[in-house]
């Protein structure tokens, strides 16, 4: 996403809410210092990151009061996340990463997860594809969350869930939930630009519409270039 697209974002944002919110950023950026600009000058309070070195930026996110959450992958880039000075971490699973959940938690790491379809794991699921349609599977849904929750993490994050799955978990839970393509029942929603802005050719989630076809227009110009 280029830093003006990230702006014009951010400002419908505040514009359509007066909750709090926040940005994802993927720290291999190119321009990722005109990104974090960008969040600074708008003053959003939370950022997420991925896909790079946290301790490049969180340092300077952090001086200006902004909550920094870097999604990691395991126990060892926690361990490097809270190093840099995060304030929370972000892995993904539920039972099955229960126990590293509770560790990291012990380990005095904010830790948030992230269950129904995790990207880290796609491939498990034949793709991207809606998780909990069935009892079964809902039920497994349901007993992660559970499992998160008495981890001790202080958030969950579901993608891809039924509306009426992540609605029903969320009220039985004590702790707040953020979804993504999964209804309007959960705490907080997320939602990525990459996905509004048509940057995946190949994958087309069904929970938003998209607005432009970004690597279509990147392919034609180079192909003039």
Same mark, same amino acid.
């Given at each position: ?8 974002h ?15 950023v ?24 991925s896909?790079?070195?946290?301790k ?7 001086? &200006? %009061?902004?909550?920094?959450v870097?999604v ?5 880039? #926690? *361990?490097?996340? +809270?190093? =840099? @000075? $995060? ?28 269950i ?8 498990m ?5 809606? &998780? %909990?349609?069935t ?9 992660? #969350? *559970?499992?998160? +929750?008495? =981890? @001790? $993490?202080?958030?969950?994050e ?8 992540a ?9 707040p ?10 705490d ?10 048509g ?12 607005? #432009?076809?970004?690597?279509?227009? =990147? ?7």
């Amino acid at each position: 996403m280029y830093p003006d697209v990230l702006q014009a974002h951010i400002r419908q944002c505040k514009a359509a809410t007066n909750k709090p919110f926040g940005v994802n950023v993927p720290l291999l950026y190119p321009d990722i210092e005109k990104h974090i600009q960008v969040i600074i000058e708008e003053k959003v309070p939370i950022v997420f990151t991925s896909a790079g070195n946290p301790k490049t930026w969180t340092s300077t996110l952090k001086q &200006q %009061g902004i909550t920094v959450v870097h999604v990691v992958s395991s126990s060892k880039f #926690a *361990l490097k996340a +809270q190093e =840099a @000075g $995060c304030d929370a971490v972000k892995p993904q699973g539920g039972r099955s990463q229960a126990h590293i959940l509770k560790a990291l938690v012990d380990a005095g790491i904010p830790t948030a997860s992230h269950i129904g379809l995790t990207p880290h794991t796609v491939a498990m699921f034949g793709g991207f594809r809606i &998780q %909990g349609k069935t009892a079964d599977a809902a039920m497994k849904i349901l007993e992660d #969350a *559970l499992a998160i +929750q008495d =981890a @001790g $993490c202080f958030m969950l994050e579901f993608e891809a869930v039924p509306a009426k799955i992540a609605a029903a978990i969320s009220a039985e839970l004590e702790i707040p939930t953020i979804g993504i393509g999964a209804g309007a029942g959960t705490d907080g929603q997320i939602l990525l630009s990459y996905d509004l802005l048509g940057v995946f050719v190949d994958f087309k989630p069904k929970f938003t519409k998209r607005y #432009a076809n970004l690597t279509e227009v =990147a392919v034609n110009g180079l192909r003039q270039y």
